[in-house]
């Protein structure tokens, strides 16, 4: 939904630059010696627009009147550079949507990684104090290696399967340690929280994974510093934030001392076949965007379609496309999921009108016999 309404900001973005360079090309030329015609080319820029914005997603143009040769170079040269544009941002925004799977899986990875950097960074400040002590005698208290001595962390440490993980997804914090550094001392060694962890004589397993959970929630999930720096390496940092804290608190949650097991978080049990269904799901709804659009506004017969939420309209045409291009999805289940979309991302009254178009659009779609599932659990034209 995200990368469809991306296409289409990117489209508006490109018509306008269509229509700049129509304007353009009929500006007068100021290092010209011929007498130039301000008004016939003003004229001529007028008529040019006016039919660029009339076959601009055309095959052929059709003019409503004559023209003439500078004018019909210039529109053909309009639509070619703003579809020429479109094409080039279908393309890259289809490549940032999958990338973006997989930054959502980077931060996951680097915020466990960020917890065993804290577990370090506490030996290493003891470490320094203790150097700093030496000559008048002082000593530090051992709990204040409770994070370095976490059992959690330790497990962690020693799992296999997230030091794999770690390097297939090349996670490292080397390049900003300086900033890793920084919150520690001036955010995680301050709460209240952490204080506390650092007076407990002997922690406990659950001791040790609460600290973690509530490093994960109050200071890599909240601090101001850490989501400015996630948000710069994630455009959707604001939309991923909610996934990435159900996946840490899931696999803090999973730690168990007896088998030292973690469970790590996978986004799909099948991501190649989850890949597909998301570029063929864009794909087919970019293609058959002119198509889709007109059975909404067909079936919203008090609604003139530029009245339609922006939002609303992109996620009736994926639903549309759905329930036209994947027969093993049901019908009921593409309904429930666009509501949810509709209720998490556009206005408060979306849900309803969402819920009341796809009910008549799909009623009418099974009873043309234009809907056909089949798979596991279905029946065709059910």
């Not at 150097?131 to 000593?139: E, H, N, P, V």
């Not at 455009?235 to 730690?255: G, P, R, V």
């Not at 063929?280 to 339609?308: G, M, P």
């Amino acid at each position: 939904m995200q990368a469809l309404y991306a296409v289409q900001k990117c489209e508006d973005a490109n018509f306008e630059l269509a229509l700049d360079h129509i304007d353009e090309i009929f500006t007068p030329d100021l290092n010209s010696m011929e007498v130039q015609d301000k008004s016939l080319l003003k004229q001529n820029a007028k008529t040019a627009k006016k039919i660029f914005k009339a076959n601009y997603q055309s095959n052929q143009i059709k003019e409503e009147q004559d023209s003439n040769p500078e004018i019909r170079s210039a529109v053909s040269d309009a639509i070619d550079l703003f579809q020429t544009n479109v094409k080039k941002d279908i393309s890259f925004i289809k490549k940032d949507m999958l990338e973006a799977v997989n930054k959502l899986l980077e931060n996951y990875y680097l915020s466990l990684k960020l917890l065993i950097e804290f577990a370090d960074l506490a030996k290493e400040d003891v470490e320094k104090r203790q150097k700093r002590l030496a000559d008048s005698g002082k000593q530090v208290f051992e709990s204040e290696l409770n994070l370095y001595n976490n059992k959690a962390i330790k497990i962690m440490k020693e799992n296999d399967a997230l030091q794999n993980e770690f390097t297939r997804f090349n996670i490292t914090w080397e390049e900003d340690r300086l900033d890793v550094q920084e919150w520690y001392r001036d955010q995680l060694k301050k709460t209240d929280f952490y204080k506390e962890y650092t007076l407990k004589n002997d922690p406990s397993f659950e001791d040790d994974v609460e600290v973690l959970n509530q490093i994960s929630r109050q200071l890599i999930l909240k601090s101001e510093a850490i989501t400015n720096f996630m948000a710069e390496r994630d455009l959707y940092w604001e939309e991923n934030k909610s996934a990435l804290k159900s996946m840490l608190k899931k696999s803090i949650k999973s730690f168990d001392e007896m088998t030292q097991h973690i469970e790590l978080i996978e986004l799909s049990a099948n991501w190649e076949d989850d890949s597909e269904f998301f570029k063929d799901l864009y794909q087919q709804t970019i293609t058959h965007e002119s198509e889709y659009e007109k059975v909404v506004s067909d079936f919203a017969k008090n609604w003139a379609s530029d009245r339609i939420a922006v939002v609303d309209m992109i996620i009736l045409k994926m639903a549309v496309s759905e329930m036209l291009n994947f027969p093993s999805i049901p019908v009921k289940v593409t309904i429930n999921e666009y509501i949810e979309l509709s209720k998490n991302y556009s206005t408060q009254k979306s849900k309803q009108f969402v819920n009341g178009l796809l009910d008549k659009i799909s009623a009418s779609f099974e009873k043309e016999g234009k809907i056909k599932k089949s798979g596991r659990g279905l029946i065709d034209n059910k």
